[in-house]
């Protein structure tokens, strides 16, 4: 600090700031670079074919159905991840007996967050792998449970009518702890009093939740919306570990289309690299227009 702030700024932030460059940004610009050409991963050779790759993706079925299962997915998983975080925080912020201690959680919240919130601390390969042994045809947890009850049991990631619907499910499930300890530590935070005043107004648990709560956490759960968005995306690792897309493409994402595109038997990076530049304008689309119309004015409690 003998030399000034700005040395120290310089010697603390250069740094950083160049690994980010040279790891982040440079790949991200050789992506938009490659997209352009016909580049096949493997040789020195990689002739410009200008904007084909892109006029391909246009005419390309197969993108357009990762495209619609993506596009199911981002209406879907933020909004049932949202709905079952915020319902289960509610439960345990303010389950308990509504007396003369105010509202209180249900006894034994601090055990039910730790629960929740385990698949946080499991890799995505292991819940892929936990979920595919869970849903094996002839084996399986969910299918021994049903022939138990004397039910039969579809063969779940095989049949194209069950498969996306199963990994949709595992994609909630793991996201849904998270959440309700982000949601439950944003409920920490609004003052009792608020919830007594509503309490001795008659307020029901759901107009609560619905008048009270979800407007004073309206900026968690906007931040909740836009990464579960750019997850639901991506959703690679599940998709790829337990289906690889199939059966019949049914569970294929645009992260799945693009691997296979790059590193299948075609090796086509150049095309792969224009998939994964509509991607990244896409996610950021997304990401932008969620902030851009979830924006509303903030409220103040003291």
Not at 27 to 37: E, M
Not at 87 to 95: I, S, V
Not at 129 to 134: G, I, Y
Not at 146 to 169: E, M, Q
Request: proline share 4%.
């Amino acid at each position: 600090m003998r030399h000034g702030k700005y040395p120290l700024i310089v010697t603390f932030l250069v740094p950083p700031v160049l690994l980010y460059v040279v790891f982040v940004v440079s790949p991200y610009l050789q992506a938009f670079q490659i997209s352009t050409t016909d580049w096949l991963g493997y040789s020195a050779e990689a002739d410009s074919v200008g904007l084909a790759n892109f006029r391909a993706l246009w005419r390309d079925d197969y993108v357009w159905n990762a495209l619609k299962n993506n596009a199911i997915l981002l209406a879907l998983v933020p909004v049932l991840t949202i709905v079952l975080g915020l319902f289960f925080a509610t439960m345990l912020n303010m389950g308990g007996r509504r007396g003369r201690a105010g509202v209180t959680g249900v006894r034994g919240s601090a055990l039910y967050r730790t629960v929740y919130f385990f698949p946080q601390v499991l890799s995505v390969v292991i819940i892929a792998l936990l979920w595919k042994e869970v849903y094996h045809p002839n084996k399986g947890l969910l299918t021994s449970a049903l022939h138990a009850l004397g039910l039969g049991s579809p063969t779940w990631l095989g049949d194209p009518r069950t498969a996306f619907w199963c990994v949709l499910a595992v994609m909630v499930w793991s996201n849904v702890g998270f959440y309700v300890v982000l949601f439950g530590a944003a409920m920490s935070a609004v003052p009792r009093e608020i919830y007594e005043a509503v309490m001795l107004d008659g307020a029901s648990r759901l107009t609560t939740l619905r008048r009270v709560t979800l407007p004073l956490l309206w900026d968690t759960v906007q931040v909740a919306w836009v990464y579960l968005a750019i997850f639901a995306l991506d959703g690679f690792i599940l998709v790829q570990l337990m289906t690889n897309g199939g059966p019949n493409f049914s569970t294929d994402v645009i992260g799945v289309r693009m691997y296979d595109t790059a590193f299948g038997s075609e090796t086509k990076f150049g095309y792969a690299s224009a998939i994964g530049v509509v991607m990244f304008f896409l996610t950021l689309s997304v990401a932008a227009l969620s902030l851009r119309l979830g924006r509303r004015d903030r409220i103040e409690y003291s």
